[in-house]
């Protein structure tokens, strides 16, 4: 991240993400209001800020999966805003969702492959599109297959989703979201409802895709984490950006402190690596 200024909206070197006057509202109230935001290629960037400052909003928004009543942005240099959210990403823009109820009845494999890209099968006719669909099939299953032992949920491919650990299905949701080969994920609260044991795996696994070249932006209310692995962190507050900056210039600003950090400020997570209530401690 050198060279970027630690200020809000401030210009990135080579930034993936560019967002411009995005804006929603339900009824009266105003859930996103950023003026503008740019996300650096190949960081780890942190969505930060208290219970209802507008991250989930601003995630289904920029993912197509929510409208913007105002708003323009580009991902890589296309126009992103109004595409659908199959299209978003299709085109590398990839959020990861807990996993639904019907998801969870199906085996593990079965979620990798429903994640798949062009399932669109039935799209194909004639002997040529069944042969093309064959061959999209099975590469789609030694992809899954792959990504199963990189996460190392090889060993459950048919067990029913519904089965793993709170920590194994964060690794499963991220895995999902690898299937297209996303040039940026967008997890949200990777960590929330995974034990110890399994939090060190998951910032690793987060750290190497970083590392492979994909741009992490995430959603975590965990400050451990967040400061131990972001390369860069930005601030909501009331669907505002109030500061955006390095862990060390977001430790130190007043503001920050103020709306978000509280007393909590520099104190070791109390709860540990623990649930999802232990996560939410440190919040206001
Ligand atoms: N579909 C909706 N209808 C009405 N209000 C909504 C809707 N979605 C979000 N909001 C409101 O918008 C605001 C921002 O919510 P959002 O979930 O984006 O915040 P958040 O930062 O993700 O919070 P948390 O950390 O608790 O997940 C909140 O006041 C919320 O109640």
Known sequence: MSGAEPAVGSGKADPILRADGVRRSFGG??????????????????????????????FNVLTGFDRADAGEWTFQGR??????????????MVRTFQLTKALTRLTVLENMLLAAPGQRGERFFGAFGRWMWTGQEAANRERALELLARFKLDAKKDDIAGSLSGG??????????LMVEPAMVMLDEPMAGVNPALVQSLLEHITSLRDEGTTVLFVEHDMDVIMGISDW????????????????????????????????????????????????????
Do not use: C, W
């Open 29 to 58: 109230l105003t859930a996103v209001d950023v003026d503008h935001l740019e996300v650096q290629r190949g960081t780890i960037t942190a969505l930060i800020g208290p219970n209802g400052a507008g991250k989930s909003t601003l």
């Open 233 to 284: 962190i930005v601030v909501l507050a009331q669907g505002q950006v109030i500061a955006e900056g390095r862990p060390a210039d977001i430790r130190s600003n007043q503001q920050v402190i103020d709306a978000y950090l509280g007393a909590h400020h520099d104190e070791p997570d109390a709860g540990g690596a623990g649930d999802e209530g232990d996560r939410k401690e440190g919040q206001p």
């Open 168 to 177: 194994q299905r964060k690794l499963l949701e991220m895995a999902r979201s």
């Open 79 to 92: 126009k992103f805003n109004g595409l659908a959210g199959h299209k978003v990403a299709q085109r590398g």
